[in-house]
């Protein structure tokens, strides 16, 4: 905020949110079925997202200079004076008793407001005191959010069908009758495995009460017993499913580790469709253009049998698809191609080892700088890599010693899919991360979390996904979870993102 007056240099902190009874009068949609539909507003034409009604509030001063403000309302009264938007509900309590009292009213009132909310947020009025408590990254300690328990309805389970994901997984998956939770919509929710099903005794034809998870994901959380109709039996998975995959008839397996039954037909469509979009994500071979639609195309039609066959596909192939032309045909077969030289770790995560993701697939690069040295290392020599155990190794080593797996590379190789290694770059004998082992937890402002890793590597440090003792700091930003209570338990240091930024 810039001006001759008192405000001159200050700033506050803005919330914008949609105003969704305007937006469901421009477009006849529910009210509600737009919660969750970020495409309202996540446009790739800006004018789009700029027609869209908004509305602002300001809940405090990010920056002030030239005044002075005692409580956190005053600063409030003082953003509203100047003209801006301030949320009209607000209170002040004196004791916890006040506090729940505000809770519950504003809950009441959650469904005749024109936009969406997920709970209140309890700050300490004072100021001095505000400081005092401090905050960590973007959280402040003086603000708590108590969020409104999730929204809950009941629905009738018609059937269970089975789904088939990239490494073969079989997941069930409830189909219920329409119902809406906090206005959206619902239809289907994942039952997980047999065991989760078996625990909560859910059977076809059974009334059941669903909540969106954190507001979003649909869970099937309990069964109302008393309405159970006649002949509902236990849900039996392989005897759904006729001891075979639902998707290509194939043989099925269960390892006696894991709760999972997998598909073990390499070949299942299914499972080439899901092991496509992950060969093409952006944090694997990074190839643009490829989405669902496009892909289950190509492999329901026989165009694609493994991913090597993506680098055969022509413009004139692509063009007589649907929602397809030549130009777009022709931007896919260039971003296919821009593929071939992809950084080693890529095609490593790429491929879709079992349990080799993005993380521990930039460490095998690292340590083997080739596909080749890689692929021919023993169980022993992959296990001098970092962070590599005994079960990862094993799963590694099976995978480049399978036929199939084999042929795949050699099909690659011939497409020009030639990975480049990593550089050799000297580690920095010195600098605050230099030789340092650290743990990112929680959103940063200023970096993803990749690229906040990738500063911390190119300073000689060692990144790591759990908190050990052997863990030199912690990196924190908003939303930290577990981590940071088991790295204050160790005695780790705790850096929040403004340390972490002065350290880089």
């Not at 200050?10 to 477009?27: F, G, K, N």
């Not at 299914?270 to 643009?288: N, S, T, W």
Request: proline share 5%.
């Amino acid at each position: 905020m810039n001006g001759s007056n008192p405000l001159d240099a200050s700033a506050v902190h803005p919330e914008t949110y949609p105003l969704v009874q305007r937006i469901a009068q421009d477009t006849g949609r529910d009210i509600r079925t737009l919660i969750g539909d970020s495409s309202f507003l996540r446009q790739l034409d800006p004018r789009i997202t700029a027609a869209r009604p908004l509305d602002i509030f300001c809940h405090g001063f990010g920056r002030v200079k030239g005044m002075v403000l005692d409580t956190h309302l005053k600063a409030l009264e003082r953003i509203s004076r100047l003209g801006l938007k301030v949320n009209p509900l607000r209170y002040q309590c004196a004791g916890i008793e006040e506090v729940l009292e505000c809770y519950r009213e504003i809950q009441d009132a959650r469904d005749r407001l024109p936009y969406e909310i997920d709970g209140v947020v309890i700050k300490i009025n004072d100021c001095g005191l505000q400081n005092r408590v401090g905050t960590i990254s973007r959280s402040p300690r003086w603000a708590v959010a108590y969020k409104f328990a999730a929204r809950q309805e009941t629905t009738v389970i018609r059937d269970i069908v089975v789904q088939v994901g990239r490494t073969g997984v079989l997941t069930p998956v409830a189909i219920m009758n329409p119902v809406k939770v906090g206005g959206v919509e619902v239809t289907r929710a994942t039952l997980h495995n047999q065991d989760e099903i078996d625990g909560k005794d859910i059977r076809i034809g059974d009334t059941v009460i669903v909540e969106k998870a954190g507001e979003v994901i649909p869970a099937v959380v309990g069964v109302v017993a008393e309405n159970r109709p006649p002949g509902a039996v236990p849900f039996d998975f392989v005897k759904h499913i006729q001891g075979k995959c639902p998707a290509c008839g194939g043989p099925i397996h269960r390892d006696p580790e894991f709760v999972a039954w997998r598909c073990e037909n390499r070949s299942c469509p299914a499972q080439l469709k899901r092991a496509i979009e992950h060969y093409v994500g952006r944090r694997a071979m990074d190839i643009e253009n490829l989405g669902e639609v496009l892909i289950n195309q190509l492999v329901d039609r026989g165009l694609v049998k493994d991913i090597a066959d993506l680098y055969a596909l022509g413009v004139e192939q692509l063009a007589g698809l649907e929602r397809m032309a030549e130009k777009s045909a022709s931007n896919v077969v260039n971003a296919i191609g821009g593929s071939r030289h992809r950084e080693l770790w890529r095609l490593v995560h790429g491929l879709g080892i079992l349990h080799v993701g993005e993380g521990a697939a930039r460490k095998l690069a690292d340590h083997f700088r080739s596909l080749e040295a890689l692929a021919g290392a023993d169980i022993e020599t992959l296990q001098r890599a970092e962070d590599v155990g005994p079960v990862m190794a094993q799963s590694i080593h099976d995978f480049f010693r399978n036929p199939r797996n084999q042929a795949l590379l050699k099909r690659l190789a011939q497409a020009g899919v030639r990975p480049v290694e990593p550089e050799s770059r000297a580690e920095p004998q010195e600098g605050p991360f230099a030789g340092k082992t650290v743990v990112i937890t929680g959103t940063l402002s200023q970096y993803s979390r990749e690229e906040a890793q990738e500063e911390i590597r190119k300073r000689g440090g060692r990144v790591t996904d759990s908190v050990s003792k052997k863990t030199d700091y912690l990196v924190v930003g908003a939303d930290a979870g577990s981590k940071l209570a088991k790295a204050q338990k160790l005695g780790v240091p705790v850096l929040d993102e403004a340390a972490f930024l002065k350290m880089l």
